[in-house]
């Protein structure tokens, strides 16, 4: 038998004991699910391996508000190019628009899909009006795929990627901060920051890869918008494929700049693709 429950208000109880309720787990399980599935459906949105069907390329193709859906169709056409796929022909007016997007990574992907069709008319004329972009990586993207079509008028710009790059502050004020001097950076990487004329810092990111060979200037002091600020020495992928290119469309005038890649300083595959570079150029004679 068991024993009375003692009443807090005096006397007994032979009630049963209520014990507290155990609170819900449902909402932890929510939390923890929201962390799992956000970062998921973030990273599936926009990874690029993910299969589009053909109506998805046609609305990211014009989708301007979201560069990485641009990006990602561009790269799905690639694909259907590389592939010989007859489809992705209907996507070429697309491809020629995204050429003229006020983004430059769209312009620099565009760049390199048209590269891969070189019997395209419609390409090879817009990878010709690339040539005059603003952005240097653009610039070398389009000259690196119009050797695809045999045409040597990117010649000027891929003689540029073996020499140091001018890096050029894009306003005037006085410099805050600098990257130090032998530093890689990557495109988009902080190389500077400037304060205007207005008290506000901004932030001077570097064109191109590279390593700093020199610094123009120093913390402290005064620069002009187009004043050079660092001379950035090419990164190693950059030569490679400037040499690699100039094997078809070199001339003997780009020798010296051709043949000190060829030296012992040099990494051993720069070293070779420099002397394979160099004895194309000397067979064709020009």
Same mark, same amino acid.
């Given at each position: 038998?068991?024993?009375?429950?003692?009443?807090?208000?005096?006397?007994?109880?032979?009630a049963?004991?209520?014990?507290?309720?155990?609170?819900?787990?449902?909402?932890?399980?929510? *939390?923890?699910?929201?962390?799992?599935? *956000?970062?998921?459906l973030? @990273?599936?949105?926009? @990874?690029f391996?993910? /299969?589009?069907?053909?109506?998805?390329?046609?609305?990211?193709? *014009?989708?301007?508000?979201?560069?990485?859906?641009?990006?990602?169709?561009?790269?799905?056409?690639?694909?259907?190019?590389?592939?010989?796929?007859?489809? +992705?022909?209907?996507?070429?007016?697309?491809?020629?628009?995204?050429?003229?997007?006020?983004?430059?990574?769209?312009?620099?992907?565009?760049?390199?899909?048209?590269?891969? /069709?070189?019997r395209? =008319?419609?390409?090879?004329?817009?990878?010709?009006?690339?040539?005059?972009?603003? =952005?240097? #990586?653009?610039?070398?993207?389009?000259?690196?795929?119009? *050797?695809?079509?045999?045409? +040597? &008028?990117?010649?000027?710009?891929?003689?540029?990627? #073996?020499?140091?790059?001018?890096?050029?502050?894009?306003? +005037?004020?006085s410099?805050? &901060?600098?990257?130090?001097?032998?530093?890689?950076?990557?495109s988009?990487?902080?190389?500077?920051?400037?304060?205007?004329?207005?008290?506000?810092?901004?932030?001077?990111?570097?064109?191109? /890869?590279?390593?700093?060979?020199?610094?123009?200037?120093?913390?402290?002091?005064?620069?002009?918008?187009?004043?050079?600020?660092?001379?950035?020495?090419?990164?190693?992928?950059?030569?490679?494929?400037?040499?690699?290119?100039?094997?078809?469309?070199?001339?003997?005038?780009?020798?010296?700049?051709?043949?000190?890649?060829?030296?012992?300083?040099?990494?051993?595959?720069?070293?070779?693709?420099?002397?394979?570079?160099a004895?194309?150029?000397?067979?064709?004679?020009?």
């Amino acid at each position: 038998m068991e024993p009375d429950l003692v009443n807090p208000n005096g006397g007994s109880a032979n009630a049963a004991v209520v014990k507290p309720k155990r609170p819900s787990n449902i909402w932890l399980i929510i *939390v923890a699910a929201l962390f799992i599935i *956000v970062p998921f459906l973030t @990273w599936y949105g926009t @990874w690029f391996g993910r /299969d589009l069907s053909d109506e998805d390329i046609a609305k990211y193709l *014009v989708d301007e508000q979201n560069p990485r859906h641009i990006q990602h169709a561009l790269l799905q056409v690639e694909e259907k190019i590389e592939r010989g796929d007859p489809t +992705s022909k209907k996507f070429y007016p697309q491809i020629v628009s995204s050429a003229k997007s006020s983004h430059a990574e769209i312009r620099k992907t565009a760049a390199w899909v048209m590269g891969q /069709d070189n019997r395209s =008319e419609e390409f090879h004329g817009a990878l010709l009006d690339l040539l005059k972009d603003s =952005e240097p #990586l653009v610039r070398r993207n389009a000259a690196l795929q119009l *050797v695809r079509f045999g045409d +040597s &008028s990117g010649r000027p710009e891929l003689r540029a990627m #073996l020499q140091s790059f001018e890096a050029k502050a894009p306003i +005037s004020g006085s410099v805050v &901060s600098l990257l130090a001097r032998g530093a890689t950076i990557k495109s988009g990487g902080l190389l500077a920051r400037v304060r205007d004329t207005s008290g506000n810092v901004q932030e001077f990111r570097s064109p191109v /890869d590279g390593a700093i060979n020199s610094l123009a200037v120093k913390e402290g002091d005064a620069v002009t918008a187009g004043q050079t600020v660092a001379l950035l020495t090419p990164d190693q992928a950059t030569v490679n494929d400037a040499l690699r290119a100039l094997a078809y469309v070199g001339r003997k005038d780009d020798l010296p700049l051709v043949e000190p890649y060829a030296q012992s300083g040099a990494r051993a595959e720069t070293i070779q693709q420099a002397m394979a570079t160099a004895n194309a150029i000397g067979d064709r004679g020009k």
